[in-house]
T-cell receptor, first 111, second 114 residues
């Protein structure tokens, strides 16, 4: 499984765009990159997934450079309710559901 | 409504008293998994199951057991709980593969072992 590295925490203000970068130097050719969001005392929730270039949905955008050794989750115009922990996951594991979440990035949005 | 249901949500127990946390999903997912979450450590996988009667250890399996007799249920068993198993537990399910196969998580079970 590819190991991921994210910043431990980030601060932002309401209305700003937030970019969280994840490093995954050992990503395999067939690995996808998936981001989850977790609020306190709740289970993680899927945000977005991508393989290369750019993916956008109603919540976020995911930018993946050509070498795929990193990815950036972009949250446009954050609000206080975006305060959460964000996890970057890579790959599925060798044929199973062995998934490593890591410590994630704690985003704190201030008024 | 698609959901993963864990019970109980909160549990306080004493050291050594066997307990079971149930997990049930209504999405016909093959994959199910248990995680524990402790402050500063993120989610760590305990056990996972790829289908009925197929289970395997995650990163922190010591002190836990699981079973998968039916597709929808994946109970977590603590035969002899200890205080270091005090944690927030999450069950998750999804379909196999990587593409468009988001994991659905339960509401969590907060366990305290005294």
């Amino acid at each position: 499984l590819a190991k991921t590295t994210q910043p431990i925490s980030m601060d932002s203000y309401e209305g700003q765009e937030v970019n969280i970068t994840c490093s995954h130097n050992n990503i395999a050719t067939n690995d996808y990159i998936t981001w989850y969001q977790q609020f306190p005392s709740q289970g993680p929730r899927f945000i977005i997934q991508g393989y290369k270039t750019k993916v956008t949905n109603e919540v976020a955008s995911l930018f993946i450079p050509a070498d795929r050794k990193s990815s950036t989750l972009s949250l446009p115009r954050v609000s206080l309710s975006d305060t959460a922990v964000y996890y970057c996951l890579v790959g599925e594991g060798t044929g199973g559901f062995k998934t490593i979440f890591g410590a994630g990035t704690r985003l704190f949005v201030k008024a | 409504e698609a959901q993963v249901t864990q019970n109980p949500r909160y549990l306080i127990t004493v050291t050594g008293k066997k307990l079971t946390v149930t997990c049930s999903q209504n999405m016909n997912h093959e994959y199910m998994s248990w995680y524990r979450q402790d402050p500063g450590l993120g989610l760590r996988q305990i056990y996972y199951s790829m289908n009925v009667e197929v289970t395997d250890k995650g990163d922190v399996p010591e002190g836990y057991k699981v079973s998968r007799k039916e597709k929808r249920n994946f109970p977590l068993i603590l035969e002899s709980p200890s205080p270091n198993q005090t944690s927030l537990y999450f069950c998750a399910s999804r379909t196999p593969g990587q593409i468009n196969t988001e994991a659905f998580f339960g509401q969590g079970t907060r366990l305290t072992v005294v």
